[in-house]
Structure formats: structure tokens, C-alpha cells
């Protein structure tokens, strides 16, 4: 690994932890060089392997998002690992799912982890985090019309706040040995069902908010009608059906242990972001 200027490409840039992750590399000294194929340091496209090789120079050191709302892009990820190992990098962060080892074949989040443990030239770590916290402050379970609609059937899940996964992603990719051949399971401090956030969003917003326990396979179809593609579904059902059946993620203490301090609760994070749900400008 190069000492002198240690060089981080940051795969998915521009989104929920690529962005933040940037921001902690370069507060500790690791020049972080974002990528997207938008409003990054460098235009990077899955699907644009032309695009690779520029944002790949002079890089030391990975932190991989593997393309979005997909589920086969193994051999996609495999050839750009190639190229990442001959270009230089030594260490790979890989953003994967909580649970990645217990996905349904149709997946391709447990081979990449496979692809990454096999690779002799390189270190990797592995972050499996829950469901982001910030899905309720964007478009993924917006509050519309004061209500939160998914398919839970009062089953849990331990959210996990980005800025948490990006600090745990920021100390691995600071000290790539210390971290070598690790999983983390990154999770809120609390399991909480999707009524407990909905009122903890009126709590902090002021505002009435409801929950909308609706059916899982009504649930997904609406998304497949918004336009969300076919082969897409089978990731759905995966992420819902844990909570649904009562699988959904418990808390664990990785985060605590790799950055020292504790998780963010689901309150603290609400509370930080009440502006998404009372639409007052920042
Ligand atoms: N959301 C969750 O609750 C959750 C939980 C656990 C794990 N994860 C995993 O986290 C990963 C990121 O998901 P996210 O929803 O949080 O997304 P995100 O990181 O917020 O956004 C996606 C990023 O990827 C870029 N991107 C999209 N398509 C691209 C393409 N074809 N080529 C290059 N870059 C592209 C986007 O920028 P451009 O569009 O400008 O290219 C953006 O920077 C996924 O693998 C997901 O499975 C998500």
C-alpha cells in the first residue's frame, strides 16, 4: 500500500454512505476520490467498463457499492476487481446486506463477498448492515400523506444510522490490516417496529404520522409498478420477508467496537434530520 498518499476510490459516491465515508476519509488524511456517473470527483458507470480504468488510477484502496436495485452483477464486479488489483488496490470495503450469507441463490451479494475472500492479492472487509435509518427520510419509505407504508407484520428491525456505516467503513479503509478478512454487522442499538419510528418521527416533527402495515406482496408489486425492475423482486421479498417472519436484524455491538462509541438510536437520528418531515428549509 502506498504510505506516501493513500488514494480511496469511493464507489457509489454520491449516495447515502459513499458521500458521508468521503467526508470522514479526507477529514483523516485519506484523499478520497468519489465516483457515480453524476456529481462525483469522476464519472464511473457499472455498465461503462470505459469508465473504469481513469477512476481506478492511482488508487490504493476500495470501498465497493455494487450496482444498485440489481441482483446478478457477480461477473460484472469480478472483472472490475481484476482491473482494481492490477491498477493497485490493495484493500476492499465491501457494502453488503445484513444477512448476505442467507440470500436466496437469485442473489449475487454472497458470491461477491466469495469473489473478495479468494482474492490473494488483496485485503477485504465485509459491512452487513440493516435497514438505513435514512430510508425514512428519502424515497425509499417516504412519510406520504402522513403514513408509512410497508409490510412488516409487527416485526423488528435494528436500523442503522449511514453516518454510522461510513465511520465503521472510514477506520477499515484507515487501517486495512486491523480490519483484514472482518464482517460486521452494523445495526442500530434497538429493534424497533415500524409503528415505534413512525412515532418517533410525529415526536420529533411535530406532526401526525401513521403506519400502514400493508401486505408484502401488494407491498412489492406497488414498487414493480413504479417503475422498480421484475428481477428486483426476488431482493424485496428477501428484505421484507426477514421482518415479516420476525428474522429482521438485532442489534449488535460492531459499531461500538470498531469506532468506540455507541450506535446512534433511531431518536437521535430523527431528531437530526426532523427537517425531511416538516419540509422546513435547511
Ligand atoms: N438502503 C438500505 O436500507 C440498505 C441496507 C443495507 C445494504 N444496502 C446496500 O447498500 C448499497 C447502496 O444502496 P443505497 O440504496 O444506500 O444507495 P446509495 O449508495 O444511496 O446510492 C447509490 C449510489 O450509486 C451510484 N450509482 C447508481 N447506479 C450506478 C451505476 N450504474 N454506476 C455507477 N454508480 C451508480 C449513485 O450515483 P449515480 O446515480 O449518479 O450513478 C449513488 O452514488 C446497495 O448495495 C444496497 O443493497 C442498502
Do not use: C
Not at 453524476?38 to 481513469?54: E, I, K, Q, S, Y
Not at 487501517?175 to 445495526?187: K, N, R
Amino acid at each position: 500500500m502506498n504510505k506516501e498518499a493513500p488514494t480511496a476510490l469511493v464507489l457509489g459516491g454520491t449516495g447515502r454512505t459513499g458521500s458521508l465515508l468521503a467526508g470522514a476519509l479526507a477529514r483523516r488524511g485519506i484523499t478520497p476520490r468519489t465516483a457515480a456517473r453524476r456529481g462525483a470527483d469522476v464519472r464511473f458507470d457499472w455498465d461503462d467498463p470505459a469508465t473504469h480504468p481513469d477512476a481506478l488510477d492511482g488508487v490504493d484502496r476500495l470501498y465497493l457499492v455494487t450496482p444498485v436495485m440489481r441482483v446478478r452483477y457477480a461477473d460484472q464486479v469480478a472483472d472490475f476487481l481484476d482491473l482494481a488489483e492490477t491498477a493497485g488496490v490493495r484493500h476492499v470495503t465491501f457494502l453488503s446486506t445484513y444477512n448476505a450469507d442467507q440470500a436466496p441463490e437469485g442473489i449475487d451479494i454472497a458470491a461477491v463477498e466469495a469473489d473478495l475472500a479468494s482474492r490473494r492479492s488483496v485485503t477485504h472487509s465485509v459491512l452487513r448492515p440493516a435497514w438505513v435509518m435514512q430510508n425514512f427520510a428519502d424515497d425509499h419509505l417516504p412519510v406520504v400523506d402522513g403514513v408509512i407504508t410497508a409490510p412488516s407484520d409487527g416485526g423488528t428491525e435494528a436500523f442503522v444510522d449511514a453516518e454510522d456505516i461510513a465511520a465503521v467503513a472510514a477506520e477499515t479503509l484507515l487501517d486495512p490490516e486491523a480490519h483484514a478478512g472482518a464482517v460486521y454487522s452494523l445495526t442500530g442499538p434497538e429493534a424497533l417496529t415500524f409503528r415505534e419510528v413512525a412515532d418517533t418521527i410525529a415526536s420529533v416533527s411535530g406532526r401526525p404520522v401513521s403506519y400502514d402495515d400493508i401486505d408484502q406482496e401488494a407491498w412489492i408489486n406497488g414498487a414493480l409498478a413504479a417503475g422498480v425492475s421484475a428481477d428486483y423482486a426476488v431482493m424485496l421479498r428477501w428484505l421484507t420477508g426477514a421482518i415479516v417472519t420476525g428474522n429482521g436484524a438485532t442489534p449488535t455491538g460492531d459499531i461500538e467496537k470498531v469506532t468506540g462509541r455507541p450506535a446512534t438510536t433511531f431518536r437521535e437520528f430523527a431528531e437530526r434530520n426532523a427537517r425531511a418531515w416538516t419540509g422546513e428549509a435547511s
